[in-house]
């Protein structure tokens, strides 16, 4: 029998139906894959199911039994646990605290907290998810991401005792390195075999392929297909959630990298980095690899004239080195941060004022007075020329879905013809459909003369897309390598070990 | 459904023009008169500047508690200087030069160092009202020393004779309000000015990453405020032919609460002057309309709170149902 | 479903309404910014008792320390057209809400206002002739002659004239010599700084019987002065301390039997009666010629304290 039985689940955000007559069956003791382009209602169903988005219908069974669902405590008592993607963490408290946040703490006479009763508890949950080396007692904030992910999945795992039944995991591997990713599948296996069921939702194809035993994929806010994993395949898949075949390739350059360099850098080195040295030309595109946190954002940010240079010098455009992040936009450099919603976007206001907001002086009247018609043009051009989806540029970005607003900051990098366009992770959190209209983006800008400068946690899009590759190991540049012939096998040994440059170059 | 998507969108505007139709109903003969309406517009003119240029800084998702002291310390100054012989453009210079250097110290303290504009504006209240103390000596100054030219500006005004209207004038106060809501209201909504600080309240750090210079824009929207805080204990000095260290104070909480008003009137909550001017008339014309009905005073402030934060809450009552 | 802003700004004005009473063909606006304040209360609450007993309808607006609103408040009861108008603040500072009066031909009482050509009258108690009761009480307690400090504050007008009635009546006694006229800091009331100076005073004469009396023009400093020469133990010298306005505290003092003696107390209530009497003189036609009404006063000692 089914653990869980959704069916006909819709729900309408003002003009946009995010979910039409939904359905989904999650068996006990498997793990379930859901799968979707961005936009496709996945995350609209997450918050149905915890309870914190009321469905304007929907039919739901636990255990064959109809249930109502009026708020996350309804969901909490059903045996609902969720790990969101996004990090939720007090980053001043410690990890014991930040684990025992929303449930009974242990108590010394009745009022004083247990202190080490509960960092033994929080020890106990960090050590069955093969993380016993955190400290319960270190405050959150100075741990890693990866870390951070790893206590909040603790946390949330270490409340099965209390009638955990269903664990519903948002894209828990989005800032975990392989290493991480393996300890988080190992948990997951265990949670299986204690009869839990686990619903997963991640746009990574590998690891739903490894770790789950069926897949639902849902389109447009309706359920496309359900199939036991072992008889289907990611071709397939794909076809599901984009309703057509999508080349799973990178389009191939076509034109040459030009001659002249664009931006130069000599031997920068900050807090963090140290030894960056290279020189891009026009039209180039540069990746920096790494494993997780060595540097790749703080190589972007400092290209962008944030932080402060220890020694060096760096020349962009044939300006002298930017000093101030307001200059970067004047001088042709264009940024797309890794956190959209936090550093990139606005979400309450218009998808106009968003891309438009760095171009606003070049489109004024005299410098002064805003030139609506005009920004407007520019923003239905752009969006235009990154495919972005809306109901009308006014629509606010929030109303957008995650690929779509990512395509919000693309269209405002690239609204004034950047020279160079830095991009930090490009593709984070973006479906299939949308990466490839990505891709195709990169390559004609770079086919126009724009330099790119690009991080990526995936591979295959560092030596798809790019013609070089700079290997930053703990924020120290290592090597760069040129794209041709690399595998993917040989690019993630390069990020562990400096003695592999010399091994490819032999 | 479409009801209530209607009252969601423009409650406050109908809960407007009911307390008018209230009052045009209970006060048939007084109320809605040509007379009367100058003289509301006359009354709300300072609290309507000191709301005006509070929104600037709102927009931006900050505020700004020190303007009642700003406004007190710009009459005072005004007032000092007249009473040792300096002429009238010399007192109102000196005013505004204050307003304006008081609002850059708050945008230092809030841009540069990073001060929370709670605890900033806090501080600078209290600095700005002890400095006006010390200023007066603690005391009015009145009569004589008050130039005729500067206490006779708030009674006088553009006759209406022109149009139909005997005997009743514009007033200058109502002129200058009008005067500065036009410039914010082309500040905040035409300009590229505007649009970033609208973007700096949308997202601080977006807008940085994006070219905006977050810090130079807060301290320059600071000193506007204190310049709109200068300009209205200007005109209140000129109305009341007098200054004293505390005689603005009242104009903060109120400027604050008609933002409030007018920010419920906007979908995704923003400030914007036109609907801060509704919530600066709501709560200019309750004063007027219920001391013609002779309602008890406390009474009536009951009930401007009250429905001050029951435009808010059903506000945000619609907008977690959304 | 129909719950907002409009209707519940509806119900609350239907609620102002009922609570509003019908007009009546007497009625009176008492404006003031000062109402939380304890003589100003006394004022209204005796000018309403007197207002109710004639049948008129009273409408009390405090402002809250909003000088410029008490203007605002005086325009609409203009627009509405109300019998008559008492304020109690400085008349100079609302002179144009006095103008809009005046051009309605609505007249203005003050009350404890001060005097203006566009009120019809000030009631209010005589300041002139309180400084006198208690300065020649001073005089005749040290029998015309000795050393008499002063506690004075001439930057404000009504005490000012407190000053210097007080001054004619000690420089007419030949043989009284004031040794100091002290102004005191008032920020934060007026006793702790008027304590302290007269501490230094003491000090300064350090011989029994080198101070004769002390003269405040307030009670602030009277009951400063009393602190100090109690704590200096130089409370048995016979000093004489006499203070003004009669607030509790002074009261209390002089009750005691120490060395606080006396304390001029205005008679509040009288004054908002008073008030009620010049409104229904010029209600009915009168013409008032006189531009202050003055209230008596009464000396207080410890003879009289405990009557009410």
């Not at chain 1, 924020?475 to 490819?504: N, W």
């Not at chain 3, 609409?76 to 109300?82: G, M, N, P, R």
């Amino acid at each position: 029998m089914s653990l869980l039985a959704i069916d006909n689940v819709s729900k309408t955000y003002g003009r946009t139906r995010a979910l039409k007559g939904a359905s989904l069956t999650v068996a006990r003791g498997e793990v379930h894959a859901l799968m979707g382009e961005n936009g496709a209602g996945k995350s609209t169903l997450i918050k149905i199911l915890a309870g914190v988005v009321a469905p304007d219908t929907m039919e739901m069974t636990v255990d064959g039994r109809p249930v109502a669902l009026r708020g996350a405590q309804d969901a909490f008592d059903l045996g609902f646990r969720f790990i969101h993607q996004e990090l939720n963490v007090v980053a001043h408290l410690s990890v014991a605290e930040n684990m025992a946040m929303g449930k009974p703490c242990p108590r010394r006479f009745g009022v004083a907290v247990d202190w080490p009763a509960l960092n033994a508890q929080a020890h106990a949950a960090l050590d069955r998810l093969g993380v016993g080396h955190i400290d319960p007692r270190t405050k959150i904030g100075r741990l890693s991401a990866g870390d951070q992910m790893l206590v909040s999945i603790a946390g949330a795992l270490s409340a099965t005792g209390e009638g955990a039944r269903l664990f519903v995991m948002d894209e828990p591997t989005a800032s975990l390195t392989g290493d991480e990713c393996d300890k988080l599948f190992a948990v997951i296996e265990t949670l299986k075999s204690e009869g839990a069921s686990v619903l997963y939702v991640s746009h990574r194809m590998n690891e739903v392929m490894a770790i789950c035993d069926t897949v639902t994929v849902y389109r447009d806010g309706r359920h496309v297909a359900t199939k036991p994993v072992s008889e289907t395949g990611k071709d397939q898949i794909i076809r599901f959630m984009t309703g057509r075949d999508v080349a799973d390739a990178f389009p191939p350059r076509t034109t040459p990298v030009g001659e002249r360099v664009v931006c130069r850098v000599d031997d920068v080195s900050t807090e963090v980095l140290c030894g960056i040295d290279f020189a891009l030309r026009e039209g180039e595109i540069l990746g920096i690899g790494g494993l997780a946190n060595a540097g790749q954002s703080e190589l972007l940010q400092m290209l962008l004239g944030l932080g402060t240079r220890r020694s060096g010098r760096v020349e962009i455009a044939s300006a002298p080195g930017l000093a101030d992040p307001s200059d970067p936009w004047t001088h042709g450099v264009a940024y797309v941060p890794r956190e959209r919603r936090r550093e990139g976007l606005m979400l309450a206001r218009p998808i106009t004022d968003n891309v438009v907001l760095p171009h606003l002086t070049a489109l004024s009247r005299a410098g002064t007075i805003a030139h609506r018609r005009r920004e407007r043009a520019l923003t239905a051009e752009m969006g235009g020329v990154v495919r972005l989806k809306s109901d009308g540029l006014a629509q606010p970005v929030y109303q957008l879905s995650g690929g779509n607003q990512q395509k919000v900051v693309f269209a405002r990098a690239v609204g004034a013809a950047p020279r160079l366009l830095l991009l930090d992770e490009p593709t984070r959190g973006v479906d299939v459909g949308a990466k490839f209209d990505i891709y195709t983006l990169i390559r004609e800008l770079s086919g126009q003369g724009c330099s790119v400068v690009l991080t990526s946690s995936e591979l295959t899009e560092l030596i798809g897309l790019c013609d070089r590759i700079l290997i930053l190991l703990d924020g120290r540049q290592s090597e760069i390598v040129a794209t041709d012939g690399l595998t993917s096998a040989d690019l993630l040994g390069r990020f562990y070990d400096e003695a592999h440059g010399g091994h490819a170059a032999a | 459904m479409a009801v209530i998507t209607l009252f969601r969108r423009y409650g406050t505007l109908i809960g407007f023009f009911a307390i008018i139709g209230f009052f045009a109903w209970q006060l048939p003969d007084t109320f809605v008169t040509p007379r009367n309406l100058i003289n509301v517009s006359q009354q709300i003119s300072m609290l309507a500047v000191v709301a005006f240029t509070m929104t600037i800084v709102m927009v931006m998702g900050d505020f700004d508690l020190s303007v009642g002291s700003m406004a007190s310390l710009a009459g005072v100054v005004a007032a000092v200087l007249f009473a040792q012989g300096f002429p009238v453009w010399a007192g109102v210079a000196a005013a505004l030069a204050v307003g304006l250097v008081g609002g850059l110290a708050n945008g230092f303290l809030v841009s540069i160092i990073g001060i929370l504009p709670f605890v900033a504006t806090l501080g600078t209240l209290t600095i700005l009202s002890g400095v006006a103390f010390v200023v007066s000596d603690g005391r009015t100054i009145f009569g004589r020393d008050i130039p005729s030219a500067f206490s006779g500006f708030a009674r006088s005004g553009i006759s209406l004779e022109p149009v139909g209207l005997a005997g009743l004038s514009l007033p200058w106060l109502t002129v200058i309000a009008l005067i500065v809501l036009f410039i914010v209201w082309f500040v905040l909504e035409q300009t590229i000015y505007g649009r970033r600080l609208y973007a700096i309240g949308g997202n601080r750090e977006a807008a940085k990453l994006a070219g905006v210079k977050v810090k130079r824009l807060r301290m320059s929207a600071f000193a506007l405020t204190g310049l709109g805080a200068a300009i209205a204990g200007l005109m209140y000095a000129s109305r009341v032919a007098s200054a004293n260290p505390t005689q603005g104070s009242g104009l903060m909480l109120d400027a604050i609460a008609a933002v409030f008003v007018g920010m419920t009137m906007s979908e995704e909550g923003e400030p914007r002057v036109l609907a801060t001017l509704v919530g600066v008339l709501i709560l200019g014309i309750l004063d007027n309309g219920l001391t013609q009905m002779a309602v008890d005073s406390y009474v009536r402030e009951i009930l401007v709170g009250g429905i001050v934060v029951a435009a808010v809450a059903f506000s945000s009552l619609s907008k977690q149902t959304r | 479903m129909f719950r907002p802003i409009a209707t519940m700004a509806a119900g609350a004005l239907a609620l102002a309404f009922a609570m509003a009473g019908p007009a009546l063909a007497q009625s009176v606006a008492v404006i003031t910014p000062y109402l939380a304040q304890p003589g100003t209360q006394f004022y209204v609450d005796g000018f309403t008792a007197e207002a109710e007993a004639k049948g008129w309808d009273v409408n009390v607006v405090d402002t809250a320390g909003d000088v410029a609103a008490v203007i605002s408040r005086i325009e609409d009861a203009v627009t509405q057209s109300v019998d008559a108008i008492v304020i109690n603040v400085d008349p100079a500072q609302v002179e144009a809400g006095l103008q809009s009066a005046a051009d309605a031909g609505i007249p203005v009482v003050g009350m404890d206002a001060g005097s203006h050509p566009l009120l019809a009258t000030n009631v209010t108690s005589n300041g002139y002739a309180m400084a006198a009761e208690t300065a020649v009480y001073v005089a005749n307690r040290i029998g015309g002659e000795g050393r008499v400090v002063m506690f004075v504050f001439d930057a404000f007008p009504p005490v000012q004239i407190r000053g210097v009635i007080a001054d004619a009546v000690f420089a007419n006694h030949p043989d009284i010599e004031v040794i100091d006229r002290i102004t005191p800091d008032v920020q934060d009331g007026g006793i702790a700084d008027s304590r302290a100076r007269m501490e230094a005073l003491l000090a300064a004469n350090p011989e029994a019987g080198s101070i004769d009396a002390v003269w405040a023009a307030w009670d602030q400093p009277a009951l400063g002065a009393l602190q100090a020469i109690e704590d200096a133990g130089r409370a048995d010298e016979g000093i004489v301390i006499v203070g003004m306005d009669a607030n509790p505290q002074a009261r209390d003092a002089i009750a005691a039997g120490g060395n606080f003696e006396a304390s001029m107390a205005q008679d509040f209530v009288g004054i908002g009666a008073r008030a009620a009497d010049a409104v229904e003189r010029l209600v009915n036609g009168e013409e008032l010629r006189q531009s202050v009404i003055y209230v008596p006063t009464k000396l207080i000692t410890a003879a009289n304290v405990d009557e009410q």
